[in-house]
């Protein structure tokens, strides 16, 4: 293994979530890789989600909680850039092996992605605040 992918492994840390023998190779491939990077980037997403918004004219942050948790979910399903960028920052933190593996069924393997990264945007969104309002 290169020091590129020893690097990547020890930043990420350990699998995220239960491995079963009966477990699906995706589903080990989530919790291997997706999790662990998911959760190694986490503040990068908060704030590259709170750009977005403020790009976005800020409409976001007047939202009630309801309503925020819907639009997190339209974004990212329907603004392919910014799903693309999201997606990248995840794709960064793969080993070369992984990578191989993810292309191989990455039309799933997005699709998981990009649900987990939804539900742990939900799962903040009191910290999805306009930064630049705050006094």
Not at 26 to 54: C, G, H, M, W
Not at 65 to 94: C, P, S
């Amino acid at each position: 293994m290169n020091t590129r992918d020893e690097g990547i492994l020890t930043l990420r840390g350990n699998v995220l979530g239960e491995l079963h023998p009966q477990s699906s190779a995706e589903e080990i491939f989530q919790n291997q890789t997706i999790r662990p990077v998911l959760k190694l980037q986490n503040d990068l997403f908060i704030q590259s989600f709170i750009n977005y918004a403020i790009k976005q004219k800020g409409h976001f942050f007047t939202l009630s909680t309801e309503k925020k948790l819907q639009y997190i979910d339209n974004v990212i399903h329907k603004d392919i850039k910014f799903r693309n960028a999201l997606k990248g920052m995840v794709i960064a933190f793969f080993t070369v092996d992984e990578y191989k593996e993810y292309i191989t069924n990455s039309s799933n393997l997005n699709k998981r992605m990009m649900n987990l990264l939804i539900d742990r945007l939900k799962d903040h969104v009191q910290l999805l605040v306009n930064e630049n309002s705050k006094a």
